[in-house]
């Protein structure tokens, strides 16, 4: 067996292979992190994970393989368990299951909810700004999309259900369930609570497994859902489901707390890094300047000169929260002029990323490794 620095690394490189990536630092906090999720025993496992979920007989062969050595198959199951309960590793919907590896983001981070601690958030807070922020906002598809709220939107345009989710929601056949906010759980505990809602009751989920395979979710019915979409819009939370045509969970986000818009508030052109189709216009014979939207806005995308609002397209990502509080009803929603259609499932999602991340013929390559039953 290797040395403990070198079996972390091997797993940092092994994760890095993933559509986002896990990249190395000159301070090796990514390593402090790793350990901190798991224990030798675990990371050695873990390197035997893919990126699709396999059953436990296949990675015990590949655990032989690499290792030397054979694995009880219960022993396994019940570890390759306890990694997925600790919010480490994935494991599909129901039994028999299989087990997948996790990225960092988004996956065991916000696995983590209901069980972060100030240690892990500052490690998190540390490896955000020294790397995984340019790794993260790297993939040329984002892994959730700006949905607008509705009353933002100009009554004229016709909206795609992929951008309504009141109508997903009010259509879908999966099951929903809701948990708390990871990212307004974090900045709590190092002592920055929410400043836009005390209410974190708000990720909203569909589908079995996950948050609710670990306890970390109640069911809610679709007028539930609905009432939490209200809430949002009336505290000015940016909607944020996974970018695909069957989200698996829509993210309520604010501009204080969110891990993805405080960091894209970083960048010149935001804008750039979000999936949108709407950007906001404002009609300047019916604003009075009163400014509410300018302190509405998650992304600082309006200022205020005298009394007209100063638009930066460059930083508008057509959330509407400015829009539907405005009191003279000047501010509205307007369609981008290109449609940005998002992928058909998470699945297509992700693959789509790491085809354009690893390119075209080692793509091919990895479809052929996973084909195969190999690890990725």
């Known amino acids: 067996m290797q040395n403990t620095s070198d079996l972390y690394r091997e797993l940092q490189l092994h994760l890095d292979k993933y559509p986002v990536g896990y990249p190395a630092t000159e301070s090796g906090i990514e390593l402090n992190i790793l350990k901190y999720f798991f224990t030798e025993e675990e990371a050695r496992i873990s390197l035997c994970l893919s990126l699709t979920c396999s059953s436990p007989r296949r990675i015990a062969w590949r655990y032989k393989r690499k290792y030397g050595v054979s694995y009880n198959l219960h022993d396994l199951k019940g570890t390759l368990d306890d990694l997925f309960m600790k919010g480490c590793i994935r494991r599909s919907d129901r039994a028999p299951y299989k087990y997948g590896s996790a990225m960092l983001a988004l996956g065991m981070f916000e696995f983590q909810v209901d069980g972060l601690t100030v240690e892990l958030m500052e490690m998190l807070h540390a490896y955000y700004d020294e790397a995984f922020m340019d790794e993260f906002f790297r993939a040329s598809i984002p892994q959730l999309r700006t949905s607008p709220h509705m009353k933002a939107v100009v009554p004229e345009h016709r909206i795609d259900t992929y951008d309504n989710m009141r109508e997903f929601i009010r259509k879908t056949k999966q099951i929903i369930h809701v948990a708390n906010c990871v990212c307004k759980q974090g900045e709590a505990i190092l002592g920055n609570p929410c400043k836009v809602t005390d209410d974190i009751e708000i990720c909203i989920q569909f589908g079995e497994g996950g948050y609710l395979d670990r306890g970390r979710s109640r069911l809610i019915s679709k007028d539930e859902a609905l009432a939490i979409l209200d809430k949002a819009e009336d505290r000015g939370l940016v909607i944020q489901p996974a970018n695909s045509l069957q989200p698996i969970c829509i993210c309520l986000c604010c501009g204080c707390c ?119």
Not at 277 to 301: F, H, Q, S
Not at 347 to 362: A, C, Q
């Open 258 to 376: 969110c891990g993805v818009l405080t960091s894209a508030k970083k960048f010149e052109k935001p804008a750039e890094l979000f999936a949108t189709n709407y950007i906001i216009r404002i009609d300047e014979d019916r604003c009075t300047g009163c400014g509410l939207c300018v302190k509405r806005c998650p992304m600082d995308a309006l200022t205020r000169k005298g009394k007209k609002i100063i638009i930066n397209k460059d930083r508008c990502i057509g959330c509407g929260v400015c829009a539907v509080k405005c009191p003279a009803k000047s501010a509205q929603l307007i369609s981008r002029p290109e449609k940005r259609k998002p992928p058909i499932n998470t699945e297509h999602l992700y693959l789509s990323i790491l085809m354009r991340k690893s390119g075209r013929m080692k793509m091919i390559s990895n479809l052929l490794k996973l084909a195969a039953g190999m690890r990725l």
